[in-house]
Every structure is written in structure tokens, then in C-alpha cells.
């Protein structure tokens, strides 16, 4: 398994998404959970009472609920709905409440939900219902606002996908002691001031940007993290002025409680209980940063207008004091200085035509986004795994992993003969922990092993690794599971096939149960059980993605590998008897409930005679109808009486595309009560029909009702297909208020980008390196934005202008944007400051490393030698030289263990958010209540391990991407599987396996079959 600094989010899933490789056979894939209890009558006792009660089964129980209703689900059962969020309260919160329709994990809803501003914190689960998951606050929350988001591609317990975006803004009244206070206040000029106080008690002073900057200085605090609001406490300097400097005859409106002022830098008195500072100007800045650079904008608040030169910025860090770190004059091509992380940047300020802008930063109580916490160059990823997933006391541990610069997924290799540090956690008291030193190799792989005593207490364990030396604070390290035990291997092995990887949704599924001895023997005659399982299967374009790539794989984030999985709800159980050639089948209907596609899972499982209970498992796919719908990225945000435009298309399963076809629309109001799931309302607020062009695109458009209500809508489109299914998708309206308006002018925070002024929609979902995007912006009126793409890191950076209405902009897909890029538009429009934009999916499918696998024969006798050829192969089938890992284990392990090693590409490449900071001379900064008061191993055979045949961490193919190895089978009679995990230089990565039989009698030399490949 792999880790990195920052928390890594799964693979971005667009508004359909695949969860399984389809057809693929899954090997003993919920072992461990039996086993478990097996030796734990407790948890036996648990799973039945639960089983009773009929509790959805959740991911990390290889259990689930049976389906005890034959009536169609509605569409909203199949997927994860945000119900409501609500504060703890009115005033000073501490905590977010936040229910769903499904049971959830809050570990999972931590790596998709952003609270804003920054407010450290833990999700926490709440103690009777599993459908609710609170963010617990570390102190109280004194502000007047509070935005909750929710992204989209959050999986619940029972793998039901959120599939929009949610967002709840929190104005929080009773704390306008608090929010009305702010050390520096900035305003566009010409604008209203409001004040707190009335009468004559407010002194106000025209000041400088030196005591400005003075005002600012802070100590930094010991027990906040960098980043939190509350992170310095201010050091009270006092800020002296002239009398002459004090504004006479201020003139305030009574009924408003506002003054005006001209542009300038001031210092009020008496309208708070504290001193803060105003700042009035005509010109406004956007900022950009990442862990390298600090990019600008300057524009005309009015009007929106660019300033093309002649702004002065200074760049400051006021810990402690006054610390100019860069000053420069700013052009269109000169708007970007290098600053590399840790170096804090707390405030910017521009001076224009003698006016000032001021620019909050990480300053303590800023409003800006701040996202940035590492060094990306420094970050590691680390890929890490053993030989196999279980192991007796005595046995030897051999350990490969895969090092990479994180580089904002743009890998590069670390320095060969950099240090690896290895240790074991003590997990169980009674077993001591193991550490050991490797070094890197140029192929920024390493390589050891190690050996357990023999008096290792039997338990789940894993090995850590890390470039740097362990210690409390050191969250970059890979890991890898695996377990100890006393165990017997099984006498035979049960299988699972099915007849094709697809089906229709009217099709009847076709499996084969087959078992056999490890010396090829037919296990006649066996009764095998079954269970069949249903999932939701999300679907991809075929266009973009291929088999070998499996969006979904939860690699690098909380799953990826381990021992448990979750199959679904169970809809059909069975026994069938294996005939004379150790075979018997299973026909069965799909979960006709249903109304999307679904992954259905066949699990088998029999009791050797050694009391191993035995499973496998297999699933194929069934398609809710001959083609699918994907909407089109566009703006999710609206007005009542807006025109509602929503681009989709529509494709077959072939890929090909949907030409001249009706599709039908509706948005409705969905009332979710949450307290009786029978009760739930629907309300269609429109409906109607739209016609798809020769692309198989279409757009659907109406117009709201200005009397609709807030509150998120759903549109669903959908049609029905040759054979009567219906395929159908939906997405989320969210209606925005005038409320919602106000609170608009503060940045967005967390991943999250929304669209409230702009209107922007992409020509389609996903995207290819080398790929046009083709982006339609809608503007209501003329203006310049400042163009950047984003992930970890701003690409590209530039000016744009706006004409009023629709805009195209056609962006080259380049290897910098992949796996994936928010585009983000910064401006200023009506005196307001915005930052609005899109996500968009670019699978890294050019960093698939194709690894093929074929031995010269299929089957053996004991006393002869394997010959396997390996070749490695680019994306697009060119040879190439990779560095790799061979592995070859008795499949028997397997019946006992699934594989815990995860996906080795989905687990380097997945869909990443937007992590960079952002602000703006408007953005402003509150008072959160913290801040104002006071001051080794090598290739070749193991020995005599019989579990383990070969291990080689450290083979290699050249350029023409093809080496053969030579296995001695040093006369064990039994089937072998083979697998391959590899990498090259510029972080392509793969993995492949196989197998052989080594048996008593072998009739001629049979041709080894090949690989399967992922």
C-alpha cells in the first residue's frame, strides 16, 4: 500500500464510474473475515443477532442485509444523498452533524468534506446511527459564517456513491460580536462602510501601509497547526499617529450607520472594542500560490477591467515583525514570483496610482483559502508490499516497494542510495517490533526481508517504510498488511467463472463453480455453497477508459488491498453438487429492484478436511440498458427564473455514440424522510424532451420557476432502450438565494470550485492526454479573468477576456493535466471578487506499464525447470525497459488469503482536487477568538519454503522489453501462481499474473497460456 503527506483523495468519479474490473475472478476474497470468526464466537454470536435484525452489512464485513422487499428501488435508494447538516449551536459551535440516507464511515467522509474557513478538527461517528457523522471542533467557532462541503465520489458503507456535489452555508447571527470585529476590513471605493457604533464616540485617522503592517504582527501559536485560523496571537504593537492625520467632520449616514470614504489606508477607533484598520480602493487583486510560486492579478473593481502594468506588490511574512520577502512590479507577463514552501506568505500588498490593496494570506484569521502544506517535490509516495499475505511463525518476510517524488502525480525518481527505514508497528504487545534499514535503487525501488520468530503470537500485522527515520510526527510512510498464523494449507481449490463479463439487464447470468486438488484431481462430487450479491456499477465511457483501468480501485486513500471486502446486498442463495469433472452451475436472474447497472458477485465456499473453509468469489456486469447517459461538466448553480442549461450525452455500450435520439427530463423536488424510508416525496417541477445531435449529444433546457424553492432539485434523464430497460442519470440543481448571494462574495473553500456568476460547461466528462477540451463560458457581461489550471500545482497561468454571453475556450490536453485539472477563472465583477470553475478527469492511461507473463508450458512434472517469459510494454504496446518484482506462491495461500496487495496504477494515479491557496484584496480576515490579547534481499529460490517457490524484488527487462527466467521446482506437486508488479523510469506501472501446474504426471508439453493483466 502507498501513502502520502497530503491525504489523498480516490479516483475522482464523474457522474458514472466503474467499481470492478468486470468478470474478474476474485480469489478467496473474504477469507479473513471467516476466519476471524471462526476464532471469535463473541463476533459469531454479534453477526447473527445482526443478521436478524437485517443491518445493512458494511464495508469491512464481508456481510450484508438480504433483500427482503421485491418492489423496485427508487432511483435515489441506489446512491449516497447528504440528507441535512446542522450546527451543535446557534452561536459558538463546536461541532457540524451531517446525515445521510445510507450508513457511512467518517474516516472516508474526512478525505470529501472541506469545512471553511480552516477549522481544525476529527470526524467522528455518531453513537446510534450509522447514517450520521459529526465534525467535532477543536475549540469553539466565534465567526458569523461557515460553509460545509461534500464532493462528490463518496462511497457509504454499503458502496452507494455520492454523485453530486453538496454544499450548506451557515450564517451564524449570534455571534456578530465576534464577526463584526476584524482587524483589517477592505471595501471597494465608492462603496457604503458600515459601522458598529453610534454617535461620536469613532475616531478615524488616515494612515500608511507601515503601520498596517505593524497592526499585523503576530507570535506564532505552539499548539495550533500552520493553517489553522487561530495559529498566532497578535503582538498589539501600538500604531502612532499625527493629529493632524485624524479625519474631521465625518459625516455618517444615521439611518444606515455607514460612512464613505475615499481610497486609502485608515485606523478606526471607538467603533469596536479594538482598533482595526480599513482599506478603501479601486483596484483589486486575485492570488494565486502553490508550494513553488505566488502568481497575481490586478484588475478594476468596478468594471472588471485588467491592469496591464505599473502595480508595485510586496510580498510579506510579519511573525515576529515586519519581513519583506519579495518586492516587484507587476506586468501581464511578469505576475508570478517563486516562494517555496515552508516559507509563509501572510499578506500581499499592491500599490496602484497611489492606492493600496491589501491581501490576506495565512495571516492568523485570514479568509483565504489555504490549502498548501508540503513541499510536492519532497513528498514521497510509497508503494509497498510483500510476497504473500500470510505467513507462519519462522517464515521469511520478503518486502518490495516503489518510491516516487510526489511532484503533484508528475512522479519523479528520488536519489538512488537514499536510506529506507522499515519497522514493523507493535500491533500486538507480545511481539516485539522488527526495524531494519535498504537502500534506493536508480530505479527508485528498494528491497529487503526479514525473518519472524518463531514464537511470533499469531496475528494481523503489517511492515511500514519511510525515506525518513520514525517518529511522532512522520505521516510519509507506505504499508503493507499481512497476516501470521498457525495454519494447514488446503487440500483443494474452488473456482468461480462466468459465462461473458456483460450482460443486459433482461439477460440470465451464467456461473461455473470448479474445484480441483492441487494435483490437478477434479473434486467430484463436492457440495459447494453460494451467495450472490448485488452492487452498484457506475459506468465510464469507453472512449476514455479500458479494462486494465479501474476507476474506482480505492488504491493510496483508507482501502487499497487489505484483507475484507464488500460485496453488495445478498438477493440469492444456493448449494450446487460438483459433477465427475469438478464442476456445477448456477443460473440465475440479475436484481431486477434494481434501476442502474450492477456488479453482481458469486461467492462460493466449502470446509476442507483440514477445517480451512474455502472461498472464491467472481462477478460480471449488468448493463441497466444498451446504452448510457454521462452529463457533460456544467454550472450545478442557478437563480429562480434562471435558464437551466445541462449538456449530456449518450452512448452505447460499444462507445459508439447515440445519434438522433429522444430523451426524456425531469426535475423534481425529492423529500427524503429519513425516519420511514416509504414515506419519501417526490414533486416534478418540470418535465419535457430533448433530441441528441450526431454526436450523441444533447442539451436540456428550461426555465425555472422564480417562485422555486432553495434546496438542492434533481434532474433526471433518461429512455428507454430496444428491450424496454430504461437507462437514466441525474444531477443536482442547487437554487440560489439572495442569502446565498451575499454569502457568494466570500471565497470558496476546500476542492470545491462553484459557479454563481459565470456559466461553464464542458464539450464532455472525461478526457485523454493529447485530447481538445472544449470549454462554452457564459458571461453577463464583459470582463478579464485570470486563467489558471490546478491541482496541487497552478499550470499555465494567463488573462483572458470575457465578451458578454458565450465564450469558447479550447485547452491542449498536455501530460501536466493529467490525472486530472481544475480550471479556475479569477475576477472581480460588480465589486465583488470571484473565483469560479470546473473539474475535469484525465486518466493517466499513457502510464499504464503492460506487463505480459508467459511460461512454456502450463503444466510440470516435479523434477523439471519453468521457463516464463516476461515482456513489458507501454500504453501504446511500444517495448520498454522496466525494473519488476516476480513473486511465485503455492495457490493454496490464496484459498486461505486473498491478495492484500491494491492496484498498483489506480494507487499512483487517481483523480486529485484542487489543493492551492487563494485570495484577494477583497477577501478580507475575521477574529476567531485566538488572536488579539497580550502580547536486501536478492533474486532466486527461498530455500525450502514450500509456501513460497521464487522471489526476485530486482529483475529487470531492457529496451527490447523482454527477459525469460528459469524456476527449478525442486519437486513440489502443486499450482503455482505467478505474480508481477513493475515500474520504469518515468513511472509507468503495472502488474500481471499467472499460473502452472507442477503435478505427478504431465502428458506432453503443453503451451503456457497467458497473463492476466490489471
Known amino acids: 500500500m502507498d501513502s502520502d503527506q497530503n491525504t489523498q483523495q480516490p479516483e475522482r468519479q464523474p457522474d458514472n464510474v466503474t467499481t470492478a474490473t468486470p468478470a474478474s475472478t476474485i480469489s478467496s476474497q473474504v477469507l479473513s473475515f471467516f476466519h476471524r470468526i471462526k476464532e471469535r464466537p463473541i463476533i459469531v454470536f454479534v453477526l447473527i443477532l445482526m443478521a436478524i435484525i437485517g443491518i445493512l452489512g458494511f464495508r469491512y464485513m464481508t456481510l450484508s442485509k438480504k433483500s427482503q422487499s421485491n418492489q423496485p428501488l427508487q432511483y435515489f435508494d441506489n446512491v449516497l444523498l447528504v440528507l441535512d447538516a446542522e450546527l451543535d449551536k446557534e452561536t459558538a459551535p463546536t461541532s457540524i452533524k451531517v446525515r445521510f440516507n445510507n450508513p457511512i464511515d467518517p474516516h472516508e467522509v474526512a478525505h470529501f468534506a472541506a469545512i471553511s474557513p480552516r477549522i481544525l478538527g476529527k470526524w467522528e461517528a455518531d453513537k446510534t446511527d450509522k447514517t450520521v457523522a459529526h465534525y467535532k471542533f477543536d475549540k469553539k467557532y466565534k465567526a458569523i459564517f461557515l460553509v460545509l462541503y461534500v ?55 488616515k494612515s500608511n501601509v507601515q503601520n498596517l503592517l505593524n497592526f499585523l504582527t503576530y507570535s506564532p501559536s505552539d499548539k495550533e497547526k500552520r493553517g489553522s485560523i487561530y495559529d498566532g496571537t497578535y503582538s498589539q504593537k501600538s500604531i502612532q499617529h499625527l493629529e493632524s492625520d485624524k479625519l474631521q467632520n465625518i459625516k455618517i449616514d444615521p439611518e444606515e450607520n455607514t460612512l464613505s470614504l475615499e481610497p486609502g489606508v485608515y485606523y478606526v477607533e471607538g467603533d469596536t472594542n479594538d482598533p482595526y484598520f480599513i482599506v478603501v480602493s479601486s483596484f483589486g487583486v486575485t492570488l494565486r500560490q502553490d508550494d513553488k510560486q505566488v502568481i497575481v492579478g490586478a484588475f478594476n473593481i468596478a468594471d472588471g477591467t485588467k491592469i496591464s502594468n505599473g502595480v508595485t506588490f510586496g510580498l510579506y511574512n510579519l511573525t515576529n515583525g515586519v519581513n519583506l520577502l519579495r518586492d516587484f512590479v507587476y506586468s501581464e507577463a ?60 519462522g517464515d521469511t518476510v520478503f518486502i518490495k516497494g516503489i518510491v516516487r517524488q510526489d511532484s503533484d502525480s508528475l512522479y519523479k525518481m528520488p536519489t538512488a542510495g537514499s536510506t529506507m527505514y522499515l519497522q514493523t508497528p507493535e500491533y500486538n504487545e507480545k511481539n516485539q ?21 518463531k514464537d511470533y503470537e499469531p496475528s494481523f500485522s503489517s511492515v511500514q517504510a519511510s525515506m525518513r527515520q520514525f517518529t511522532s510526527d512522520n505521516y510519509q510512510y507506505g504499508y503493507a498488511e499481512f497476516e501470521v498464523l498457525k495454519y494447514i494449507k488446503p487440500e483443494f481449490e ?31 462430487g463436492k457440495d459447494i455453497k453460494y451467495t450472490l450479491y448485488t452492487d452498484n456499477y457506475y459506468e465510464v465511457e469507453k472512449a476514455v477508459y479500458n479494462k486494465n483501468f479501474n476507476i474506482s480501485s480505492p488504491g493510496g486513500m483508507c482501502g487499497g488491498g487489505g484483507f475484507e471486502e464488500y460485496f453488495g446486498d445478498e438477493y440469492k442463495s444456493g448449494t450446487v453438487t460438483l459433477n465427475s469433472k469438478g464442476q456445477g452451475v448456477v443460473e440465475v436472474d440479475s436484481d431486477m429492484r434494481s434501476q442502474l447497472s450492477q456488479k453482481i458477485t458469486l461467492i462460493a465456499k466449502v470446509v476442507d478436511g483440514n477445517n480451512n473453509e474455502i472461498l472464491t468469489a467472481s462477478n460480471a456486469i449488468v448493463h441497466a440498458a444498451e446504452f448510457n447517459i454521462f452529463f457533460i461538466p456544467s454550472t450545478d448553480w442557478y437563480n429562480p427564473g434562471d435558464e437551466v442549461v445541462v449538456p449530456f450525452y449518450s452512448e452505447r455500450l460499444t462507445g459508439d455514440k447515440m445519434k438522433g435520439t429522444l430523451f426524456e427530463y425531469k426535475l423534481i423536488d425529492y423529500e427524503y424522510d429519513y425516519s420511514n424510508d416509504k414515506q419519501n416525496q417526490q414533486t416534478v417541477i418540470t418535465s419535457g424532451s430533448v433530441q441528441t445531435d450526431e454526436n450523441g449529444k444533447g442539451i436540456v433546457k428550461f426555465v425555472l420557476p422564480k417562485d422555486v424553492s432553495k434546496k438542492n432539485k434533481q434532474l433526471i434523464v433518461s429512455a428507454k432502450d430496444s428491450k424496454n430497460n430504461t437507462a437514466q442519470n441525474q444531477k443536482s440543481i442547487s437554487i440560489l438565494t439572495e442569502e446565498d448571494k451575499e454569502v457568494s462574495i466570500i471565497p470558496q473553500w476546500g476542492d470545491r470550485i462553484s459557479q454563481t456568476y459565470l456559466k461553464i460547461s464542458s464539450d464532455q466528462n472525461s478526457f485523454k492526454v493529447n485530447d481538445t477540451v472544449n470549454l462554452t463560458i457564459e458571461s453577463p457581461k464583459d470582463l478579464d479573468v485570470l486563467l489558471t489550471f490546478e491541482r496541487g500545482r497552478i499550470y499555465n497561468p494567463r488573462f483572458m477576456h470575457l465578451n458578454k454571453g458565450k465564450n469558447l475556450l479550447q485547452i491542449k490536453v498536455d501530460e501536466d493535466l493529467s490525472p486530472s485539472i481544475t480550471v479556475v477563472f479569477s475576477f472581480f465583477a460588480d465589486d465583488r471578487y470571484h473565483t469560479e470553475g470546473l473539474s475535469l478527469n484525465v486518466p493517466a492511461m499513457h502510464k499504464l506499464l503492460q506487463i505480459g507473463l508467459t511460461p512454456n508450458k502450463t503444466s510440470y512434472s516435479p523434477t523439471e525447470t519453468a521457463e516464463l517469459l516476461i515482456t513489458t510494454k507501454d500504453a501504446n504496446g511500444a517495448p520498454v525497459a522496466a525494473q519488476m518484482s516476480v513473486g511465485i506462491v503455492d495457490k493454496a495461500i490464496y484459498a486461505l488469503r486473498k491478495s492484500a496487495t491494491p492496484p498498483i496504477h489506480s494507487s499512483f494515479y487517481y483523480f486529485r482536487p484542487r489543493r492551492t491557496n487563494a485570495s484577494s484584496s477583497l477577501t478580507g480576515m475575521g477574529d476567531f477568538g485566538g488572536g488579539r490579547g497580550g502580547g ?79
Open 936 to 1014: 536486501g534481499g536478492g533474486g532466486g529460490a527461498p530455500g525450502s519454503n514450500a509456501d513460497l517457490l521464487y522471489w526476485n524484488p530486482n529483475l529487470r527487462t531492457d529496451t527490447s522489453g523482454e527477459v525469460r527466467i528459469s524456476i527449478p521446482l525442486l519437486g513440489y506437486k502443486t499450482i503455482w501462481k505467478v505474480q508481477v508488479l513493475g515500474s520504469t523510469i518515468s513511472s509507468e506501472v503495472g502488474q500481471a499474473d499467472t499460473e502452472f501446474i507442477v503435478g505427478s504426471q504431465v502428458k506432453g508439453a503443453q503451451t503456457g497460456k497467458k497473463d492476466k493483466k490489471r
Open 494 to 524: 474452488i473456482k468461480t467463472t462466468v459465462e461473458k463479463e456483460e450482460y443486459l439487464n433482461s439477460d440470465k447470468l451464467k456461473f461455473v463453480i470448479s474445484g480441483n486438488y492441487f494435483n490437478g484431481k477434479p473434486l467430484e
Open 433 to 453: 517490533k522488527i526495524q531494519l534499514t535498504t537502500m534506493l535503487d536508480e530505479y527508485g525501488t528498494f528491497y529487503a526481508h526479514f525473518v519472524l520468530p
Open 334 to 393: 511578469n505576475n508570478s514570483q517563486p516562494l517555496a514552501y515552508p516559507t509563509r506568505l501572510d499578506v500581499a500588498i499592491g500599490i496602484y496610482n497611489n492606492e493600496v490593496a491589501f491581501v490576506p494570506v495565512e495571516i492568523p484569521s485570514s479568509y483565504a483559502d489555504i490549502q498548501v502544506s508540503s513541499n510536492l517535490d519532497t513528498d514521497t509516495k510509497i508503494f509497498l508490499y510483500t510476497d504473500r499475505p500470510i505467513y507462519k511463525p
Open 151 to 205: 464532493t462528490r465520489g463518496l462511497t457509504s458503507l454499503n458502496n452507494k456513491t455520492l454523485i453530486n456535489d453538496y454544499e450548506e452555508t451557515f450564517n451564524i447571527g449570534g455571534n456578530t460580536q465576534y464577526g463584526l470585529y476584524s482587524r483589517v476590513k477592505t471595501f471597494p471605493a465608492g462603496k457604503a462602510i458600515p459601522l458598529y457604533s453610534y454617535g461620536d464616540s469613532i475616531t478615524i485617522y
